[in-house]
């Protein structure tokens, strides 16, 4: 099962891989009308420049009769609109961020020549006029589905080679962390907003242009003094990746093995509006101004080199000269996919500043980026899903059960009751028909009593008359007192009869609360099965959460691999034990895990200790993870304990700053700690200070939970406790 995941990873890994596709920076140029003033002043001058829209170039007039001409991807006019702007310059970043890839749109440009007016206009008063930033964010709210995709923003400016929040002006000095791996810039102190709709966006903008820094020169009333970046985050789920998880087989044993971690994309567009290059003698500015130019030219002249360096394929490209550049080091020459909209004015007077510009722009054309696409597994997501289904499969277990105790309570009562009835019933027919038999039985006696004494009399009466004749009984009077006879008989047999077909009821009554009473115990024995069925999905659904927490072990274990891309003599024990472990795997035809003490005997304990104290990283981590998992056999407790190990890991905790390790030798340590004689090491070697200040320092809660279980185990030896105390 885990070899499949790794597949997955691999895969993942290939599919990000394949997406790299070359991509130039595309450049457009933009010409702004001249304004109120430069109408008056340059009245008799011609502009300095002559666009040429249909065949994409630009003439900058030297003089009267001799003109340089330049070539764009784009050039648009003073009349071009701000919809026509977006649709040749940020539309296909903003199409390709939605497919998984990074994206930059920069404007560059003299001050006062239209660059926040291309990229920040919020169009409150016209619609017409937003600029690209609300139009990006329209485009993309369109495209992305709020219940599976997410859309989030950060507002930022670099003022005086310091990042500051705009959307939280008290964060005013945020730091940039660079991956030493893979080079990618990020800003973990920067705030992160969640956009559902486009006026919440747009709220959002006009507070971060409220806290932006601007000031009134010469060239510009409201001249920018910062460079503005705004970050949109783009993570999308890939339709049909994701595994549908049944609620039919939620009680089967083998349903994590139809488990795939979801697919997500993550683009990230970033939009920099630069403040505009300017020279002092003709901004005028003095002071504070002065020192903000100075530090706004200082980065603009850093970007500058580095563009230079990645035309000309230089070898050394000086990024790190400014945060300006470190910021933008994935737009030119790195992962993303950049458009670049350069800004000039028509004046003459201001043509040094515009020849400046556009070959800025002929420079940008020349950088060759390489597109990556952003895919990858979505483990959080799925272990999200897996902890729902299994809250759901809970609940129908615990409904299930409610309704099959309440089904027996109700046969058992409704059984209870039909008894009762059954034998009131009885009863009551067995007393009346007693009561009827006994009546009948008095009756023809009192009639046979009355005939007898009537008999008598008849013949005493005869005897009286016909004295010495003997009395004699007529044959039709002895014949009727035989019917009598006969019928009391019948009678009698009838009652008896009745009163043998009661029996046979009562009986039957008895057997049938008897297979009641059967049926009550079969349904006991089904709550017994049922109880038990309980026990083994609580079973089952830890063993489903220990597995997702090693699978996210190793998926993070096998990242880390592929973005290192092997070692060389350092983590030869490592590999070594790795395709150990891989082939005993393939061996087994069950799945089951390789024996430790085999891994022991071909490997060495002592070669693993040993990569514990390697200079690398990554090497001490790979190297405590195995020792964490050797760990937790009990038969190799005692074997790392005589080797050093507990010793080794101790001290990881005590000098390494890395939380991996924090992590990983905590929770080896609380393996160790389950031995009663370890416990005792561990308290002898000072084990307790230093897990509690691993506590103390730690930021992932895993951490936490990894220090917490070592704790525990040494909280459950008595002896420890009272050394602990005392």
């Known amino acids: 099962m885990l070899l499949s995941h790794f597949g997955l990873v691999l895969t993942s890994t290939c599919l990000l891989c394949l997406g790299e596709v070359p991509g130039r920076v595309r450049v457009a140029v933009r010409l702004r009308p001249r304004n109120a003033e430069e109408s008056v002043a340059d009245a008799d001058f011609a502009d300095c420049v002559e666009l040429q829209p249909e065949l994409k170039r630009l003439k900058l007039r030297k003089n009267n009769w001799d003109a340089d001409t330049y070539e764009f991807d784009e050039v648009l006019t003073e009349f071009s609109s701000q919809k026509r702007v977006y649709e040749v310059v940020a539309r296909p970043v903003v199409e390709s961020v939605l497919d998984g890839y990074n994206g930059t749109i920069m404007a560059y440009g003299q001050t006062g020549t239209g660059k926040t007016y291309t990229l920040g206009r919020l169009g409150e008063e016209d619609n017409a006029a937003r600029g690209i930033m609300v139009r990006a964010m329209e485009d993309i709210l369109a495209d992305v589905s709020l219940e599976t995709d997410s859309v989030s923003v950060s507002y930022l400016q670099l003022y005086m080679e310091t990042i500051q929040d705009l959307l939280d002006p008290a964060n005013d000095n945020i730091t940039i962390v660079e991956d030493p791996k893979t080079g990618d810039v990020s800003l973990p102190g920067a705030s992160l907003v969640d956009i559902r709709d486009k006026q919440s966006f747009v709220e959002l903008l006009r507070l971060g242009e409220a806290h932006r820094f601007a000031a009134n020169t010469k060239l510009n ?76 030219n200082l980065s603009l002249s850093a970007l500058g080199k580095c563009i230079n360096a990645l035309a000309e394929n230089s070898a050394h490209v000086p990024f790190r000269d400014s945060k300006l550049t470190r910021l933008l080091r994935d737009s030119f020459g790195g992962t993303a996919r950049t458009s670049l909209v350069i800004t000039i004015g028509p004046s003459p007077r201001h043509r040094g500043e515009t020849a400046s510009t556009i070959m800025f722009g002929q420079r940008a054309m020349k950088v060759e980026n390489m597109v990556k696409l952003k895919e990858e597994f979505d483990y959080k997501s799925l272990s999200r899903r897996l902890d729902i289904e299994l809250d759901k499969l809970i609940v129908e277990h615990e409904r299930q059960q409610k309704a099959f105790e309440d089904e027996i309570e109700r046969l058992s009562t409704e059984a209870q009751h039909r008894i009762s009835e059954a034998e009131r019933n009885y009863v009551d027919s067995l007393e009346k028909e007693r009561s009827k038999y006994q009546k009948d039985y008095m009756e023809s006696i009192k009639k046979l009593e009355e005939q007898f004494v009537m008999n008598q009399q008849k013949n005493e009466e005869s005897h009286m008359k016909l004295s010495g004749e003997i009395p004699r009984v007529s044959a039709e009077e002895l014949a009727d007192l035989k019917k009598m006879l006969r019928k009391e008989t019948h009678l009698r047999k009838a009652a008896e009869g009745e009163v043998n077909n009661l029996k046979i009821q009562v009986a039957e009554l008895k057997k049938s609360e008897a297979s009641r009473k059967s049926e009550i115990l079969k349904l006991h024995t089904m709550l017994e099965d049922k109880e038990r069925q309980k026990e083994k999905l609580e079973g089952e659904i830890a063993i489903l959460q220990s597995q997702l927490l090693q699978l996210s072990l190793e998926a ?22 790795t395709s150990q472990v891989k082939h005993q795997q393939q061996a087994s035809g069950n799945g089951e895990k390789p024996s430790i003490a085999k891994l022991f005997e ?96 730690a930021e992932d809660p895993q951490t936490l939970r990894m220090v917490a279980g070592a704790i525990a185990n040494l909280c459950g030896n008595g002896k420890l406790l009272i050394l602990f105390y005392f």
């Open 221 to 296: 009333t409201e001249s920018s003094r910062s460079h503005a970046i705004l970050m949109v985050h783009v993570k999308r789920s890939v339709k049909g990746i994701d595994a549908a998880l049944s609620s039919e087989n939620g009680n089967h044993p083998h349903m994590v093995k139809s488990i795939k971690p979801p697919l997500v994309r993550k683009g990230k567009l970033v939009v920099v509006d630069l403040a505009g290059s300017e020279r002092i003698d003709k901004s005028g500015s003095e002071g504070h101004t002065l020192e903000e130019a100075k530090s706004i």
């Open 556 to 577: 993070d274990e096998t990242r880390q691999q592929l973005d290192r891309g092997g070692f060389e003599k350092e983590m030869g024990g490592l590999n070594s034990l």
């Open 602 to 697: 071909q490997v060495g304990l002592q070669k693993i200790l040993s990569l514990l104290e390697a200079e690398d990283a990554d090497v001490r981590i790979h190297a405590v993870k195995v020792v964490a998992n050797l760990a937790a056999e009990e038969t190799n407790q005692g074997k790392i304990v005589e080797a050093g190990g507990l010793t080794s890991l101790l001290n990881l905790l005590k000098s390494s700053q890395d939380e991996t390790i924090h992590r990983v030798a905590a929770g080896a340590i609380a393996n160790l700690a389950m031995n009663e004689t370890n416990q005792e090491l561990i308290m002898a070697q000072g084990g307790i200070s230093l897990l509690s200040l691993t506590a103390a320092n």
